[in-house]
């Protein structure tokens, strides 16, 4: 039976047709062969309920909080307020930028509109200085994956409706692995820079810094409302995503007066369209996934792998490598619907606590969405940009060796996504 799901998916792929469609063809295909008395309602009902759950409202809140902004000033003003505390010093441009992609992660949730908010701005900045552009872009790239560890996330949301876990823990538990991620990219430009002597910003005095930091106040308040509501319980996840959009609104439209009313329809328009995709995926995504469970296959792929009593170490590595290589070729939300329910009762039942699960599964998503042959933030550059492939992929080597020892040192030692989620509760 994978034989014949892995063939309709290829053959299709392979002609053209969009990812949902072989997502919902192959299952039905495989049940027609293989179980021919199941009803396909029973599919009808699987794409319901693949989009039914609660949180998943959150999903396409977070996306117009992100375009609000993308639109505004929010990133303008978060990259002036950090450049004037670190530019001075050697790779300081290069911090700015990861730092920035840090912040405005913590406010859209989002790889790609990280990428266009910031990476715009950033790359006239560091090629002013004398960045290539193949640095830059690597730069950019990978510094706008730190939004998938850094809440608000999406991939962590998908993870939370599949297996049940606290979306709020989630939250809480990406952010020290999203701050070493900026640790890592931080020390390695801070040498690179002063390897080729790039240039640096003078240093700007203190004045200089409170005034970039009023007008930064606006922008930086969102994950302070985020963490603040949930963690203090007075608004749900969820909740949390409609006061992002609402908050982007006023600060937006009547404090900084970037954007009128009559530009709203069209950027509605656009988060409509980025959810209306996410959503089909969604939904084709909990076909796929039922049908392999319907069918035992995880039982089977995870006693042929990882034999019947499997260490934690060993679960986890295989998570590590089969959720990268997924993430490669497929959609992150895709992948995590698809290859989690294989994975999740193994880990639990090894011991293996379900939150750092999530953070492994996450940060390998943020790093397929950076990996070659078809990361999503690759494409992206390739479109804001208007560089060729091979332009963009030219300098992520460094990115991607870094990323991987951070995976490594997050199997190694729980601890890191672990315990200020054991301090806050």
Avoid at 134 to 162: E, F, G, Q, R, T
Avoid at 305 to 331: E, Q, W, Y
Avoid at 406 to 418: D, R
Wanted: net charge positive; glycine share 8%.
């Amino acid at each position: 039976m994978i034989g014949v799901l892995l063939s309709i998916m290829v053959v299709l792929l392979l002609l053209g047709f969009p990812l949902m469609i072989p997502m919902i063809v192959a299952p039905i295909v495989a049940l027609l062969i293989y179980f021919p008395n199941v009803s396909p309602f029973l599919l009808v009902q699987q794409l319901i309920a693949g989009v039914s759950p609660f949180v998943l409202l959150s999903v396409p809140m977070f996306i117009l909080a992100a375009d609000i902004m993308s639109a505004g000033q929010t990133s303008k003003r978060l990259l002036d307020f950090v450049q004037t505390f670190v530019g001075h010093i050697h790779g300081g441009m290069a911090i700015t930028t990861a730092a920035t992609c840090t912040l405005f992660g913590a406010i859209s949730g989002s790889t790609q509109a990280t990428v266009v908010a910031i990476g715009k701005p950033m790359r006239d900045r560091l090629s002013e200085i004398g960045y290539e552009d193949k640095d830059s872009l690597a730069l950019i790239i990978n510094s706008a994956i730190i939004a998938l560890l850094i809440p608000p996330s999406i991939s962590m949301i998908m993870y939370a409706v599949v297996t049940g876990a606290s979306v709020g823990d989630m939250f809480i538990a990406g952010i020290v692995p999203g701050l070493l991620i900026l640790l890592f990219f931080s020390v390695y430009n801070y040498l690179y820079s002063r390897k080729l002597n790039i240039p640096r910003s003078e240093k700007v005095t203190w004045k200089e810094r409170g005034a970039s930091f009023k007008k930064a106040i606006g922008p930086l308040g969102f994950p302070i409302i985020i963490f603040a509501g949930i963690y203090s319980g007075f608004f749900s996840p969820t909740e949390a995503a409609a006061v992002s959009v609402l908050y982007a609104l006023i600060l937006e439209v009547f404090v900084f007066k970037t954007l009128k009313i009559k530009d709203l329809p069209n950027i509605a328009l656009s988060t409509a369209v980025v959810t209306a995709a996410v959503f089909i995926l969604v939904a084709a995504g909990q076909v796929f996934s039922w049908t392999i469970s319907y069918a035992k296959l995880p039982q089977i792929i995870s006693t042929s792998l990882l034999g019947t009593n499997p260490s934690a170490l060993k679960i986890l590595s295989m998570v590590t490598i089969f959720f990268f290589i997924g993430c490669m070729f497929v959609d992150s939300l895709v992948v995590i619907i698809i290859l989690t329910p294989i994975f999740y009762p193994l880990a639990v039942q090894a011991g293996i606590d379900p939150i750092h699960l999530g953070i492994i599964v996450t940060l390998q998503a943020a790093i397929g969405s950076v990996t070659p042959p078809f990361g999503c933030n690759i494409f992206t550059a390739c479109a804001v940009f208007d560089k060729k492939y091979m332009e963009v992929v030219k300098g992520l080597a460094p990115y991607l060796i870094m990323l991987v020892i951070i995976s490594i040192l997050i199997i190694v030692f729980p601890q890191i996504s672990l315990f200020l989620g054991g301090l806050v509760s």
